[in-house]
């Protein structure tokens, strides 16, 4: 059983910085991409970010240049870099794997942009 873990959500002002950070079990993460999906208030769940098992990424077009996906597959870790932060970009960001056919989610972390 895989398990996906968040953490660095937190209450930032806008054009400020945070760093997301998934911690996933189990030893197939490496041969799968990983995501960053987010879901604002009264919105649909939506794709942010995207790292391929070879690292190969693709966003959002409201995030690109400001967000960057990375893994570790040394630390089974994918994080998301956020910068120049806007108030739409206040959500709770859960990290998501589809690994052996089956789909993960983590239990989600609120990110607050505000002043």
């Known amino acids: 059983q895989v398990q996906l873990v968040e953490s660095g959500g937190g209450l930032v002002q806008p054009g400020g910085s945070l760093r997301l950070s998934c911690a996933a079990s189990?030893?197939?993460?490496?041969?799968?991409?990983m995501a960053w999906y987010r879901q604002a208030p009264g919105k649909q769940r939506e794709l942010v970010a995207r790292?391929?098992?070879?690292?190969?990424?693709n966003y959002a077009d409201s995030v690109k240049g400001r967000f960057t996906i990375s893994r570790d597959n040394a630390k089974n870790t994918v994080d998301l870099q956020m910068s120049s932060l806007k108030p739409e970009d206040t959500a709770v960001y859960y990290c998501?794997?589809?690994?052996?056919?089956?789909?993960?989610w983590g239990q989600g972390t609120q990110v607050t942009v505000s002043s």
């Open positions: 998501f794997g589809r690994m052996s056919g089956s789909d993960y």
């Open positions: 189990g030893s197939i993460f490496s041969r799968y991409a």
């Open positions: 790292i391929s098992s070879l690292r190969l990424t």
